[in-house]
């Protein structure tokens, strides 16, 4: 192969397969293939990574519903604890259900 190849999309196909030493019909040889192969690797794109089991439980709790249900218990416990039966645990249990079920 010749040197670096300047906008191959603006090439015609003769050109490209000047440039790359191939032929439009039968394609690279094996040999040639095998050495493009070892040389440059596989031709697929990179995996990106699996996300951690702590990355998906952060995931799943920022999500607009679970954002939305934790107000809702912070403001049910607040409510509760700013009202007349402040004392009473039971008057809790809202905001704790909510908590516990997310």
């Not at 191959?8 to 493009?36: C, M, R, V, Y």
């Not at 416990?77 to 079920?101: C, E, H, M, Q, W």
Request: glycine fraction near 6%; charge should be negative.
């Amino acid at each position: 192969m010749t040197a670096s190849l300047q906008d191959p999309d603006q090439k015609t196909p003769e050109e490209l397969e000047q440039h790359f030493g191939t032929n439009l019909q039968k394609g690279f040889t094996s040999a040639q293939a095998a050495e493009i192969l070892a040389r440059d690797g596989p031709n697929e794109l990179e995996k990106p990574p699996k996300p951690t089991l702590l990355m998906l439980f952060v995931l799943q709790l920022t999500g607009f519903v679970i954002i939305l249900l934790l107000v809702a218990a912070v403001a049910s416990i607040t409510v509760n604890a700013t009202g007349p039966a402040k004392d009473d645990i039971l008057s809790y249990t809202t905001g704790k259900a909510i908590f516990v079920i997310v």
